[in-house]
């Protein structure tokens, strides 16, 4: 029913950025939020932001002030700049949205490293 097509994931050296987007796509009466959620080696998959339709967003602590989650309603994308990444930010990251039912991408891995 709702497809999200996700990108910019790679490699990138600890305090580099990356910019990761996601669109969503097929029959969707109402997109009421997207955002990211994250899940490390040995790790549960936690929030890293989220954007609803009116623009409020929600942050984890942890990538408060670091990360910025936005989004192209027209296109109904969503996009999270990840700047002053860390190794610890090293995780799988997800699409998510809300649909009102959840729908989640395939994943695009984040590796920080030097």
């Known amino acids: 029913q709702v497809h999200l097509v996700e990108s910019g994931g790679g490699l990138v050296q600890p305090g580099g950025s990356l910019r990761l987007s996601c669109a969503a796509s097929?029959?969707?009466?109402?997109?009421?939020?997207m955002g990211w959620y994250r899940q490390a080696p040995g790790k549960q998959r936690e929030l890293v932001a989220t954007i609803t339709r009116r623009g409020t967003t929600n942050y984890a602590d942890s990538m408060k002030g670091r990360f910025t989650i936005s989004r192209d309603g027209a296109k109904n994308t969503v996009y999270l700049q990840m700047d002053n990444l860390k190794p610890e930010d090293t995780a799988v990251y997800y699409c998510?949205?809300?649909?009102?039912?959840?729908?989640w991408g395939q994943g695009t891995r984040v590796t920080v490293s030097s």
């Open positions: 998510y949205a809300d649909a009102p039912t959840d729908y």
């Open positions: 097929g029959t969707i009466f109402s997109l009421y939020a």
